[in-house]
């Protein structure tokens, strides 16, 4: 089945990290720090947060809440309309995390997410995956180093079952690694060795990624200056390329599964606008 990609809202300026949430898309409007929300029924846009601290990826909670990485304030909040953001981490070791970029929560409400240094803003000198946990939700977050291997970690997912955890390495140009690796979870919540799913060569890689119900990841990649050019694939959690689907603008950022039915793939990009897509595949839910 070809995916034929409508766009539904924009242009505003570069958009990011779109979720839905049962009746519709919020996605980051990042310079112009906001989250907006479409409506499917109506068609219509509107402003859901006006001002954020340079939130990129957003994830909703066990909680309901709206959990954004805020780039520019270096930390994890949760956002609510109208009210002062709820800072769930924004150092490691007394040192102001670099700038927060893709989050992933799991059943039990813990919150991973990637830490690249986005345009040299980082003071942590390494850039990392991190998981923020609590036993208790009146407990005080506790923030875990998962590793610091990476360049520029960028997109991230668990499987279905959480034991394994998919990061996307997303650096570009010659000699540097730009790839889908996938790392087993360790009973202590430890990461084992990693494994290399897929490599971009010299391509842009994956900015950011979603699960479907069978455990497929759909990624956002590629670009215009070569290779097979702006994509949305398909892998299997081993990293085997089921489809290769041709996107319409030039660097796809992120994208979710919902709709009704869960079938229709929302797709944000650099040129500020939201498509949509009716495909094949359903979402994975995981709470």
Known sequence: MAWEFERVAGPFRATEGPIWTGDAVRFTEITEHRVLEYDPETGE???YIDSTA???????????????????????AALTPDEPASVVVDEF???????????????????WFTDPDDKDRGLLGHTSVFRAERADPRDDWRLVQLTDEMDRPNGILLSPDE???????????????????????????????????????DHRGIDGMTLTESGEIVACAG??????????????????VLERHPFPENRPTNCTLGGPDGSTLYVADMTGCLYAAETDRSAYVRF
């Open 223 to 240: 670009w215009e200056k070569g290779g097979p050019g702006p994509s949305i694939y398909v892998f299997s959690p081993s990293g085997e």
């Open 163 to 201: 034991t394994r955890l998919y990061v996307a390495e997303c650096t570009y140009g010659p000699d540097q690694e730009t790839d889908l690796r996938a790392y087993p979870i360790r009973d202590d919540g430890s990461l084992g060795p990693r494994e290399i799913l897929h490599d971009f060569g």
């Open 45 to 47: 846009t509107g402003v």
């Open 93 to 111: 070791e007394g040192t102001p995390l670099n700038g927060p970029n893709d989050l992933e929560i799991d059943r039990d409400g813990d919150v």
């Open 54 to 76: 340079g939130a990129v990826g957003l994830h909703e909670g066990l909680d309901g809440e709206l959990y954004a990485c805020e780039a520019e304030g270096h930390r994890i």
